[in-house]
T-cell receptor, first 110, second 116 residues
Framework: GQSLEQPSEVTAVEGAIVQINCTYQ??????LSWYQQHDGGAPTFLSY????GLEETGRFSSFLSRSDSYGYLLLQELQMKDSASYFC???????????FGKGTTLSVSS | ETGVTQTPRHLVMGMTNKKSLKCEQH?????MYWYKQSAKKPLELMFV???????ENNSVPSRFSPECPNSSHLFLHLHTLQPEDSALYLC???????????????FGEGSRLTVL
């Protein structure tokens, strides 16, 4: 079957760096996406890695290693507003839609 | 207009009721999706529509009935639901079916459903 595994919770303080890992087991892998969801809000797209390596977008970076079936989201200079749930996602076997991990709840404290 | 709009935002219904959830996207996308989000579970894919045609039904019980009259609108008709169907139902859209793009979905804020 297909699955994406990520930690359920991560805590950190303002200004710190945090890494959220995702390991996946999928057929026909096309790439790994990351989404952010604030409590009560819509999931929003953060990044996408189709190839191995690091993609940087401001304070957020995402990494992919296809050989290890592994990726991570790196959040730097954490701010209180970064407190949210973060989901990794990949295409389903049919290539028609994304399937998601259970999400990692990030709590940032001052 | 926001990108993807869902109504109602909150819905409480009895097990014998019939109700519908509505989703509208103003992004000119051709693919639309229904996901279910329950506590402590991944977002579960329910249905996929591409150019108004259903391309995926992820083994969803028949008490959930989708309808896609055009590329901008998606409905989820609900009847004889169970309490375990209580969840946040999220609608999403993408330019085309996910395989062609960078996997970017645009989500609405969801309809919070409570079944009594």
């Amino acid at each position: 079957g297909q699955s994406l595994e990520q930690p359920s919770e991560v805590t950190a303080v303002e200004g710190a760096i945090v890494q959220i890992n995702c390991t996946y087991q999928t057929s026909g892998f096309y790439g790994l996406s990351w989404y952010q969801q604030h409590d009560g809000g819509a999931p929003t797209f953060l990044s996408y890695n189709a190839l191995d390596g690091l993609e940087e977008t401001g304070r957020f970076s995402s990494f992919l290693s296809r050989s290890d079936s592994y990726g991570y989201l790196l959040l730097q200079e954490l701010q209180m507003k970064d407190s949210a749930s973060y989901f990794c996602a990949a295409l389903n076997q049919a290539g028609t839609a994304l399937i998601f991990g259970k999400g990692t709840t990030l709590s940032v404290s001052s | 207009e926001t990108g993807v709009t869902q109504t109602p935002r909150h819905l409480v219904m009895g097990m014998t009721n019939k109700k519908s959830l509505k989703c509208e996207q103003h992004l000119g996308h051709n693919a639309m999706y229904w996901y279910k989000q329950s506590a402590k579970k991944p977002l579960e894919l329910m249905f996929v529509y591409n150019f108004k045609e259903q391309t995926e039904n992820n083994s969803v019980p028949s008490r959930f009935s989708p309808e896609c009259p055009n590329s901008s609108h998606l409905f989820l008709h609900l009847h004889t639901l169970q309490p375990e169907d209580s969840a946040l139902y999220l609608c999403a859209s993408s330019q085309e079916s996910a395989i062609r793009g960078a996997g970017e979905l645009f989500f609405g804020e969801g309809s919070r459903l409570t079944v009594l």
